[in-house]
């Protein structure tokens, strides 16, 4: 009886905890999908501060997203989030500024799904910065999907044949699929543009490479 009462309780009690332990809007992406009117004097007032700086509603936008990505490097979510939802505010077809959600909900959440969404939809906007490209193909690899990770790294270098880290992302994914060849190829490759190879990568792929 004792039990039967206690599983009682505890179903009652985990829509509570459930609510309690999650983020308010304000510290979610976009208001955590709110309606824009619920953020509208909070818009105006931004649109006011910016055009008596003589700012236009993108270039207030980048502004807060540089605060936003410094305070992101720094693992400041908080300010992050912060800064990132008021450029969202001023220019919500800003494709840098989903990336910076992604990343913030990918490190600060691991909700891996959710980010994935924020890199479709900044990929889904004009400009798109080629280490949005990257950064979305390094998640992809990271779920496995190796092929998925590729044509988007690929997309990285059409943007700039010299952006970072993409050359890692195909010589990653040619080695999870055992083409140590390609993969050694992409990691010499990585190693020459000054990517951020994993320790040892190198060496491991071409040394398969040698002995296949």
């Known amino acids: 009886m004792r039990k039967q009462a206690l599983c009682l309780a505890l179903l009652v ?8 332990i999650s983020a308010p809007a304000y510290l979610m992406p976009m208001f955590g999908g709110q309606a824009r009117r619920s953020s509208a004097n909070e818009e105006k007032a931004l649109v006011a501060t910016y055009e008596k700086r003589g700012f ?26 912060s800064q990132l939802n008021q450029a969202w505010l001023l220019d ?27 890199y479709r939809q900044a990929l889904n906007k004009d400009d798109v910065a080629p280490e949005t490209y990257v950064d979305y193909g390094r998640l992809l690899l990271l779920q496995g999907r190796a092929d998925e990770s590729r044509e988007v790294s690929y997309k990285a ?14 010589a990653q994914a040619h080695y999870r699929q055992g083409n140590f060849v390609k ?3 992409w990691a010499k490759s990585a190693q020459q543009n000054g990517d951020n190879l994993p320790k040892g990568f190198q060496d491991e792929a071409c040394t398969h490479a040698d002995s296949g």
């Open 13 to 20: 009690a985990l829509p509570v905890l459930q609510e309690s």
């Open 56 to 81: 236009t509603r993108q270039e207030g936008a980048r502004e807060l997203l540089i605060t936003g990505w410094n305070a992101l490097e720094k693992k400041d979510y908080t300010n992050a989030i």
């Open 92 to 118: 919500p077809e800003y494709a840098d500024v989903y990336h910076g959600f992604a990343l913030i909900v990918e490190r600060r959440d691991k909700d891996v799904k959710t980010a994935e969404s924020l």
């Open 157 to 170: 270098l059409d943007v700039s044949p010299r952006v970072r880290d993409a050359r890692v992302n195909i």
């Open 183 to 185: 993969a050694c190829r």
